[in-house]
């Protein structure tokens, strides 16, 4: 592990020097934005891949909701039809899941980076590095304790919570729309009826993007920053993959 936090270490330093003509102190936090990017766009294909199986699956819901009529007193049976569509139409239920397991190790990297005082058993000199005087590796309590809210630290702080709030509340909204526009059928359970709670999550779905606020507030800030990146990216990037499904009413034949 530490020699590949070393490595990884190298690679953001790297970046930072490389930006340094253009963002002086802010170098490193403009590394981790950039680092952020690339990532996305290394997982785009399979974003791009998502959103096909979900446009795929929402076309599905009427023949799946006419097998769960058929079948609803053989649960089974039910099931295995329903597994059989999904492979006919060369739909996965998790294709969705890819695109965020794949950028949680690059989350954990960043974090564990910004939490060790030394790497290698050398001191970890990323620390050093600041954000309009906030230290990557500080978090919001100890902007708090340096200024307060309204401080320099806490101000930067501030405005981060502001993108995050920006981001999702777009993010709220769309999601609102799509599924108001596009209601899914529930996964059934055992019995073939729905599963309990289901309907609830649709209901709370929309609103995990504030939960960010929360991450942002307890890691360190080259974390936060990564979280807050990350975010924005993926908001307006289903807003794009999405954009020929129905919201609100009425849809456009393009394919993401």
């Known amino acids: 592990m530490s020699a590949f936090l070393s490595a990884f270490a190298s690679l953001v330093g790297s ?15 403009a590394a981790i934005v950039l680092f952020t990017a690339l990532v996305r766009l290394a997982v785009h294909p399979l974003s791009r891949a998502a959103a096909r199986g979900q446009k795929a699956r929402g076309r599905l819901q009427p023949q799946i909701a006419a097998l769960r009529e058929k079948h609803g007193r053989n649960p089974e049976r039910m099931q295995k039809a329903i597994m059989e569509l999904h492979a006919a139409e060369k739909v996965s239920p998790l294709s969705g899941c890819l695109p965020s397991l794949l950028q949680m190790p690059a989350f954990f990297l960043l974090y564990h980076l910004f939490s060790s005082s ?10 050093g590095h600041d954000l309009l005087g906030a230290p990557l590796g500080g978090r919001w309590h100890d902007a708090l304790a340096h200024g307060g809210m309204f401080g320099g630290q806490g101000l930067v702080y501030l405005g981060i919570f502001a993108v995050v709030a920006a981001v999702a509340t777009f993010s709220y909204r769309h999601t609102k729309r ?7 059928t529930p996964p059934a359970g055992p019995d073939g009826q729905p599963v309990p709670g289901m ?3 649709t209901t709370f779905m929309p ?6 606020l929360i991450t942002v507030a307890v ?3 080259a974390a936060a920053l990564y979280v807050v990146t990350t975010t924005a990216w993926t908001a307006f990037e289903r807003a794009w993959l999405y954009r ?9 034949a393009t394919a993401a």
């Open 207 to 212: 609103l995990l993007s504030f939960f960010t």
């Open 219 to 221: 890691v360190p800030l």
């Open 244 to 252: 020929d499904m129905p919201v609100g009413g009425g849809s456009v």
């Open 15 to 29: 970046l930072a020097d490389l930006l340094q003509p253009l963002f002086q102190t802010a170098s490193a936090a």
């Open 178 to 184: 799509q599924l108001a526009a596009n209601p899914m």
């Open 118 to 127: 030394s790497i290698g058993g050398e001191p970890n000199a990323l620390l």
């Open 199 to 201: 309907g609830a999550m």
